[in-house]
């Protein structure tokens, strides 16, 4: 009895709401990007920030680009030492779904007051951001490897000034898209503990 | 009662969500309580990558998922078996990689209710069950993508891609709000 007046409570909550409308909400930009090239266009903006973070060196080079091709498309990663230069071309990652999630869960949110939205939703799309690319430039470190494996030359150059190793576990699986769900779960959708 | 009262953004009045879990320190004390949500499911993300973790927990953990999803199909049909990390229905067959295990989610998920501003005993078990209901969810998840390999390759490639992750993040936030409430009402 005790459970099933629990259970109705929770059916009554808003937070069942707004989960309910999050689904809503995320099963329509998931139909936007199966029909739309949207996580292509994604891409687009972290490939270009990765190229601006590579590391140039005397007597190496390195070049990130992203061809499209239908609704999806390759990234294309260039390695030149000296004379040499290896190529790694690779169908793209849909790292955006992260981006897909946050703004699903921006938009099922009930308006937080303008002040409020713009310093959740900033510190969220920083995270999404910040979480997309480190994505991709794990990627690109490890076609580092393997270009420099093709061009038998020692492995361990970081293409990066920036260190992306600690991302590596992130980048494993899809559940770094839970960053900015937790993020704006404990920042900006927590229930107000005064109405207990 | 509006959407307002439901909807908080965590500023100065941090009481509303620390009480009981000690003085209340503001933005200060959000900032170090996201450092430290960060700094544990980057540790733990990890940790799951080290050749060692790997051979001796996560191969096991791979094991069994896949005999556990196909003694839960042969229930339903009899071309089910299970080979080391693979999971046969028919003629095809999923292969249990690192990202099938539902350790990475249940250790984002767990994270952050461990971090959580409540009484400990209320954080553990909530991580405990966090933990849990990731694990199960991931189990649900290998089930219907091996019997969808089987019989409808192209809606594996949707369901695959599109539909789990929602599902997942779904499940991930409906378990953390459910808690949040669960843990502020024990405190009072």
């Known amino acids: ?183 704006w779960a404990l920042v900006a959708v927590r229930p107000d503990a005064r109405r207990a | 009662m509006s959407p307002a009262a439901e909807v908080a953004l965590a500023s100065g009045d941090d009481a509303t969500v620390a009480h009981g879990a000690g003085p209340v320190r503001g933005r200060g004390e959000l900032a170090l309580r996201a450092f430290v949500y960060l700094a544990l499911v980057v540790g733990l993300s990890n940790l799951l990558l080290v050749e060692s973790v790997d051979r001796t927990v996560l191969a096991r953990v791979r094991h069994g998922i896949a005999y556990l999803a196909a003694a839960v199909l042969s229930v339903f049909r009899g071309d089910v078996r299970a080979a080391d990390e693979h999971v046969f229905v028919g003629a095809s067959a999923v292969q249990i990689v690192n990202g099938c295990t539902g350790f990475d989610v249940g250790i984002f998920l767990a994270s952050a209710m461990l971090v959580f501003p409540a009484p400990w005993p209320v954080r553990l078990r909530g991580a405990a069950a966090g933990f849990a209901i990731a694990l199960f969810v991931n189990l649900l998840r290998v089930l219907s993508l091996a019997v969808l390999n089987e019989g409808a390759a192209s809606a594996f490639h949707v369901v695959h891609v599109y539909v789990w992750p929602a599902l997942i993040s779904l499940v991930c936030l409906a378990t953390l709000l459910v808690w949040i409430r669960g843990a502020q009402t024990r405190d009072g």
């Open chain 1, 1 to 183: 009895m005790a459970e099933s007046s629990h259970f109705a409570r929770l059916l009554r909550s808003r937070a069942a709401w707004l989960v309910l409308r999050f689904a809503v909400v995320y099963g329509a930009l998931s139909w936007l990007a199966a029909v739309l090239p949207v996580y292509a266009e994604l891409e687009r903006p972290l490939v270009a920030t990765a190229n601006a973070f590579l590391r140039e060196s005397p007597g190496e080079s390195r070049a990130l680009s992203f061809e499209r091709s239908g609704a999806g498309g390759t990234y294309l990663y260039e390695l030149r030492v000296a004379e040499s230069a290896r190529r790694v071309e690779r169908d793209m990652h849909a790292h955006g779904f992260v981006a897909l999630l946050f703004g699903a869960l921006v938009l099922a949110t009930p308006w937080l007051g303008a002040r409020r939205f713009a310093a959740a939703f900033a510190g969220g799309a920083a995270l999404t951001g910040a979480v997309c690319l480190l994505m991709l430039m794990v990627d690109v470190a490890g076609w580092e490897n393997e270009a420099r494996a093709a061009l038998n030359l020692a492995p361990g150059a970081r293409p990066f000034s920036l260190p992306v190793g600690f991302a590596a576990g992130l980048h494993q699986t899809a559940a770094a898209g839970l960053l900015p769900i937790v993020y």
